[in-house]
Structures are given as structure tokens and as C-alpha cells.
């Protein structure tokens, strides 16, 4: 399965836009991008995903780069309720499970 | 209605006990999906069923028994477990195969062994 490459952890403060990166250099081209958070003692949360083209729903938006090897989540305006770990996750068109890696922890303050 | 259901939230149990963890969707979905955590890290995937069928098995030890009875429903047997297997399990449903639809999880189970 390919990879993702997040960072451990980022900060934001309220009320700001906050950009989540991701980084998949071996990206096959049947390979969906999915973002999922998940909140402290709860299951994981779906935020969005997306193939080729830029993304938007009412959680977030997704900006996939041309040559696909990285995504960014963005969070147009961060609240408290945003703070939690996202998952980059890559899943095949047919076939293949999410896969989970470590996650980027987001902080968010007042 | 997009909720998954799991019971019991949480379980206690001895390592010669046999338990069941039960995940119930009444989406339509079709794929249902058994995840692993342990604290501080992602979740792993045990299992997946497609169309009531079992179509992945991330070679569990075997006294982890999923069943599948019908589309809405999805359990996990519990055997003999290992204080290790303590972990908080959590179940999942998607439209179709992983991939191009998301995943709509449950809360998790939260499993001690003593």
C-alpha cells in the first residue's frame, strides 16, 4: 500500500484558517485520497476525499496538487471543536482497506 | 440516518470467557469493517465483509471470530483472550468496497482482559 507522510502535530489558533499537509510521493493513479479526524474518545470521522480535482464540503476543503504526490486539508476557519488527530490516508479504487498512519495531532487555541 | 452502532460500550472480561461485541448500520451499506486501537495509536484493520461475505482477514489470531449474519449487522466472537488484546474496537460501514466511499464509524467497544 502507499504511504502518507504527515506531520506529528500542528497548532492553529481559533477562528483561523489552518492547512494540514500530506505528503504521498507513491500515489498510484486508482489511489483515493481520504482525511479522516478523530476526537478524543470517539471513533474516526470522515472529512473528505477526493481523486484528481480539488474538494469541497461543508468540514472542509481538499487541495490536491497536479502531479497528486501531496494534499492539503484546510479548515477555513478553526474552532475548538476542530482540535483532533486527521488522518491522510490513501485507498484503492477497488479492493483495498483504509490504512492508518500516525496522523498529524491539531491543537487549537482560544 | 448515518449512525453506527456498537454495543456493549464497554467490557470486561477474563481470558477464559467468550464474549461477542455486536455493530448494527441501517444504511443500505454493504461493506462493514473491524478496526483495532490501542492508545495513542491509529486504528488497524482486522477485518472486512463485502456483501455479507468475509474479504479480508489481516491475520487475527483466531480467537477473534467475526460473523456476519446479515447485511445490517456485524459481530466480533471473543475466545480466550490476551490482557494484550485489550484495546478500544471499533466497527465501520461504507456503501461499497473501501476506496471510493467513505467510512462511517462507530464509537468503539472499549475491551479490558483481565
Known amino acids: 500500500d502507499a504511504k502518507t507522510t504527515q506531520p506529528n502535530s500542528m497548532e492553529s489558533n481559533e477562528e483561523e484558517p489552518v492547512h494540514l499537509p500530506c505528503n504521498h510521493s507513491?500515489?498510484?493513479?486508482?489511489?483515493?485520497i481520504h482525511w479522516y479526524r478523530q476526537l478524543p474518545s470517539q471513533g474516526p470521522e470522515y472529512v473528505i476525499h477526493g481523486l484528481t480535482s480539488n474538494v469541497n464540503n461543508r468540514m472542509a476543503s481538499l487541495a490536491i496538487a497536479e502531479d497528486r504526490k501531496s494534499s492539503t486539508l484546510i479548515l477555513h476557519r478553526a474552532t475548538l471543536r476542530d482540535a483532533a488527530v486527521y488522518y491522510c490516508i490513501l485507498s484503492r479504487q477497488a479492493g483495498t482497506a483504509l490504512i492508518f498512519g500516525k496522523g498529524t495531532t491539531l491543537s487549537v487555541s482560544s | 440516518d448515518t449512525e453506527v452502532t456498537q454495543t456493549p460500550k464497554h467490557l470486561v472480561m477474563g481470558m477464559t470467557n467468550k464474549k461477542s461485541l455486536k455493530c448494527e448500520q441501517h444504511m443500505g451499506h454493504r461493506a462493514m469493517y473491524w478496526y483495532k486501537q490501542k492508545a495513542k495509536k491509529p486504528p488497524e484493520l482486522m477485518f472486512v465483509y463485502s456483501y455479507e461475505k468475509l474479504s479480508i482477514n489481516e491475520s487475527v489470531p483466531s480467537r477473534f471470530s467475526p460473523e456476519c449474519p446479515n447485511s445490517s449487522l456485524l459481530n466480533l466472537h471473543l475466545h480466550a483472550l490476551q490482557p494484550e488484546d485489550s484495546a478500544l474496537y471499533l466497527c465501520?460501514?461504507?456503501?461499497?468496497?473501501?476506496?471510493?466511499?467513505?467510512?462511517?464509524f462507530g464509537p468503539g467497544t472499549r475491551l479490558t482482559v483481565t
Open positions: 507513491t500515489i498510484s493513479g486508482t489511489d483515493y
Open positions: 465501520a460501514s461504507s456503501q461499497g468496497g473501501p476506496g471510493a466511499y467513505e467510512q462511517y
